[in-house]
């Protein structure tokens, strides 16, 4: 569009956008069509400095400029009326600057960028914990300065994140971080059982596996014998023997004694109905006594072959225990046994071998033991005073061996841990796949890899830390520890 002197009005070209935009002219691509002027943003209108020769080119922010014809714009119906006001000549020869803004060249981004912040930091921490354990579907359980408490982890959304912090029932006795020596937990198709160790009595606790329940208080299920005095951190594990009834589950529960050596009982539990009462627990027994003060123990049930003298070899229940005394590693074995005709009475632990394991320096605080039953497998981590954490693996093929397969080397200013607790999540029994009763996680949380991961709670000055590997042959190497500081999802 051009101005013409004489007249001092405007000329009409009858000319379009179209008419000005010149491919060779613009390489870069810079000039924009009506319509692409029309979705623009933020546009201002500069003329030259001699107004009866110039042209009126729309100028954006950070945009290079470019001409078209002013005329164009005047008689083109489609532009708002506002712009034409904006563009309204005057009769002067001094140079001027149009830069009002057109709001019909207005449009948002595509695209915006957004910051994502911690969505915790705001949330109450989780209290200092002293002992803890964590179950097959990673709920957690500890001693806090005011009492036991739990979360859980939900698996059913992607960002997994960890539950608010519920209290425990009440007790006569206190339970918390100065009086817990230990915990353990074990998992079943109907509920969580939690044993906790104080002032030497064992307390048991359960959880329905129902929406809503919480923790209940059951009656103290070991009795000693000779009124042993009972320490330490104890260990639980659940039993598949062949002949019992899918309905009921037999479990062993082992506790460090005072005197000296371990304390041993089970029972046949109906886990179904609140209120439903165990079948009784039978009165400890005082086994492996030349190990000395046990300070903790775990325990595993595995799968395994035997020879007994009154029949032919056959498939039996293998309990294997490992401990801490003074400072050094030792296993306890022996095969499960049922001596009396009657099925509901559990099967003796007859303890065969106790043996050293071998390992540097000293360990400390508690080991714990995985199993893969049919496979027959074992993995144990085991704490030591040097801030490493032992990897172990233990195969029915070498009965007698324990193959250290890792090393793990905590960060310098971690404080030596004082808990551990670990899981093999995911995975699946072959004979559970079978028949559907697995509870390690993979039945009812979707999960890829049947061999499962590991995953373990290691505690160290009163914080925990979540860390996992996958089942191959060098595992811990691509780790790393994660804080569970608050509920909520992992901050990193």
């Not at 691509?29 to 009506?34: K, N, S, V």
């Not at 233990?394 to 899981?423: G, K, Q, Y």
């Amino acid at each position: 569009m051009r101005a013409s002197s004489g007249e001092m009005g405007w000329e009409d070209t009858s000319s379009s956008v179209e008419d000005y935009v010149d491919i060779e002219s613009d390489p870069m691509g810079l000039q924009e069509t009506d319509q692409e002027l029309a979705e623009s943003s933020d546009w201002f209108y500069a003329a030259s400095q001699d107004f009866q020769d110039s042209w009126l080119s729309p100028v954006r922010p950070g945009r290079p400029s470019f001409s078209n014809s002013v005329a164009s714009l005047v008689n083109d119906s489609r532009w708002n009326p506002s712009c034409q006001e904006a563009i309204t000549p005057r009769a002067t020869q001094s140079s001027f600057n149009l830069a009002t803004p057109c709001p019909y060249f207005k449009k948002l981004p595509t695209s915006l960028p957004v910051e994502a912040k911690d969505v915790n930091a705001w949330k109450t921490p989780y209290p200092l914990v002293g002992q803890f354990v964590m179950t097959q579907r990673e709920t957690v359980i500890g001693a806090g300065s005011n009492g036991l408490f739990y979360f859980d982890r939900l698996h059913s959304h992607p960002s997994q994140p960890w539950t608010e912090p519920r209290p425990f029932p009440n007790t006569t006795a206190m339970l918390n971080a100065s009086s817990v020596s230990g915990l353990a937990a074990f998992v079943d198709k109907q509920a969580t059982h939690v044993f906790c160790l104080s002032g030497g009595t064992v307390h048991h606790f359960r959880r329905l596996d129902q929406p809503g329940s919480s923790f209940e208080v059951l009656s103290c299920p070991l009795q000693t014998p000779d009124m042993h005095p009972l320490t330490g951190t104890p260990a639980v594990t659940g039993i598949k023997p062949q002949y019992l009834g899918a309905a009921i589950t037999q479990w062993s529960l082992v506790v460090p004694c005072a005197k000296g050596g371990l304390i041993y009982t089970s029972t046949n539990c109906r886990w179904v109905e609140p209120g439903v009462l165990p079948y009784p627990w039978t009165p400890g027994e005082h086994v492996a006594t030349d190990l000395g003060v046990v300070s903790a123990v775990t325990i595993a049930n595995i799968s395994a072959t035997a020879l007994f003298s009154d029949g032919p070899r056959r498939e039996v229940n293998k309990l294997v225990a490992v401990c801490i005394s003074h400072g050094r590693l030792y296993t306890v074995q022996g095969y499960l046994k049922n001596t009396s005709e009657d099925k509901t009475t559990p099967p003796k632990w007859n303890v065969r071998t106790t043996k050293a394991i071998v390992h540097p320096g000293k360990v400390t605080g508690n080991p714990v033991l995985t199993e893969k039953f049919s496979e027959q497998q074992l993995d144990l981590l085991v704490p030591s005073t040097d801030k490493d954490i032992f990897h172990y693996i233990h195969s029915a093929s070498v009965p007698d061996e324990w193959h250290m397969i890792a090393r793990i080397t905590l960060p310098w200013e971690f404080a030596v841990p004082s808990c551990l607790s670990m899981i093999l999540f995911g995975y699946t029994d072959p004979e559970d796949e079978k028949c559907g009763t697995s509870v390690s996680g993979r039945l009812t949380d979707p999960w890829p890899n049947r061999d499962g991961e590991l995953r373990a709670l290691i505690g160290s000055g009163g914080r925990l830390y979540h860390i996992t590997t996958p089942i191959v042959a060098s595992p811990w190497s691509q780790s790393r520890l994660r804080q569970i500081a608050t509920p909520g999802p992992f901050s990193d």
